[in-house]
């Protein structure tokens, strides 16, 4: 069964450097996401992403970061510059349709020091 | 603003029981859809169960099945003959359905169920 896919699983920055986080979404998906979670904390939604531009976003998702899709099978997430309260599990998804049920890939653990 | 609030952060069962997992949630919407996931240790969030606040009928999915009171706002997930590969970390979450509205999922905090041999 296809799945969404997430690299790297584990990524250790600094503070204030740059970090992208890559996802490769189900192959005829349209719809995509990012979630993130801080530890001991609720999954929340950062950003929706369809047709090539931002759909959605929280309060969150401020100007530190960025959605891309590269090519015709990435999409990333990069945070400019990261600060200590970023540290988190940050979940990609994707969907068919916008009615259609996402699916999650495993997460990237991202601790900053 | 749409809440998911899941009371019970643990629960454990014997294998070949069954456990009942509770959701409740907040929101002025009539239409929207309701998930029950799961996550193993380690691994990626796997839809188990979903639910058209719209349908009367309750979802079933093999050994999972849905207790979807509307009017009292809850959605609890029932596990029937339990499995050791059931045990997971279990997320409700909800989604608007009606027209231009936001396609974030919202979750709750989750219950880690444990199943005993």
């Known amino acids: 069964e296809p799945e969404v896919t997430q690299t790297p699983s584990h990524q250790v920055t600094q503070m204030g450097q740059e970090v992208i986080l890559r996802c490769v979404p189900i192959s005829n998906h349209l719809y995509f996401y990012w979630y993130r979670q801080i530890l001991g904390q609720k999954v929340e939604f950062l950003v929706s992403?369809?047709?090539?531009?931002?759909?959605?976003k929280s309060e969150i998702f401020d100007d530190q970061f960025s959605v891309e899709r590269p090519d015709g099978s990435n999409f990333t997430l990069k945070i400019r510059s990261t600060k200590l309260e970023d540290s988190a599990m940050y979940f990609c998804?994707?969907?068919?349709?916008?009615?259609?049920?996402?699916?999650f890939g495993d997460g990237t653990r991202l601790s900053i020091l | 603003a749409q809440t998911v609030t899941q009371s019970q952060p643990e629960m454990s069962v014997q294998e070949a029981e069954t456990v009942t997992l509770s959701c409740t949630y907040d929101?002025?919407?009539?239409?929207?859809?309701l998930f029950w996931y799961k996550q193993p240790p380690s691994r990626q969030m796997i839809l188990v169960i979903r639910?058209?606040?719209?349908?009367?009928q309750n979802a079933t999915e093999n050994r999972f099945s849905v207790n979807f009171q509307k009017a009292a706002k809850s959605f609890s997930l029932k596990i029937s003959d339990s499995q050791l590969g059931d045990a997971a970390m279990y997320f409700c979450?909800?989604?608007?359905?009606?027209?231009?509205?936001?396609?974030?999922?919202?979750f709750g905090k989750g219950t880690k169920l444990t199943v005993n041999p």
């Open positions: 929101t002025s919407e009539s239409d929207y859809y």
């Open positions: 639910q058209e606040a719209y349908k009367q």
């Open positions: 992403f369809y047709n090539n531009e931002i759909s959605e």
């Open positions: 979450a909800y989604r608007s359905a009606g027209q231009g509205g936001s396609e974030k999922l919202v």
């Open positions: 998804a994707s969907g068919q349709g916008v009615i259609q049920p996402q699916h």
